[in-house]
């Protein structure tokens, strides 16, 4: 299983439930998670999706606890099993 299956799958699933789910850069700053998930009812949440069984770098940890801080829920995404548990626990209501 590759990083892009999973990314594809979680952007459907997302979509599926009436959200948006957006690819996320920040210029100037390395580390962020790759997507921002926008759910119906203003849940947000961050995803970093990786292969499986890979693990998130230094700097993206570290990304993780900045956003952690301030009141956002970011996961590490690393098969297509953990999408539903995921986007259950980030809500939103249904459209």
């Known amino acids: 299983m590759r990083e892009k299956m999973i990314e594809s799958r979680l952007v459907q699933e997302v979509q599926s439930r009436g959200g948006l789910c957006w690819k996320f850069t920040?210029?100037?700053?390395?580390?962020?998670p790759d997507r921002i998930v926008?759910?119906?009812g203003g849940k947000i949440a961050f995803?970093?999706?990786k292969a499986p069984g890979e693990k998130m770098?230094?700097?993206q940890i570290r990304r993780k606890?900045?956003?952690e801080r301030v009141g956002f829920s970011v996961y590490c995404l690393d098969s297509l099993e953990q999408i539903r548990p995921i986007l259950d626990?980030?809500?939103g209501e249904t459209p």
């Open 26 to 32: 920040s210029p100037g700053t390395d580390g962020v």
């Open 57 to 59: 770098r230094a700097l």
């Open 65 to 67: 606890q900045q956003l």
């Open 38 to 40: 926008l759910m119906p």
């Open 89 to 91: 626990e980030v809500g």
């Open 47 to 49: 995803v970093e999706v």
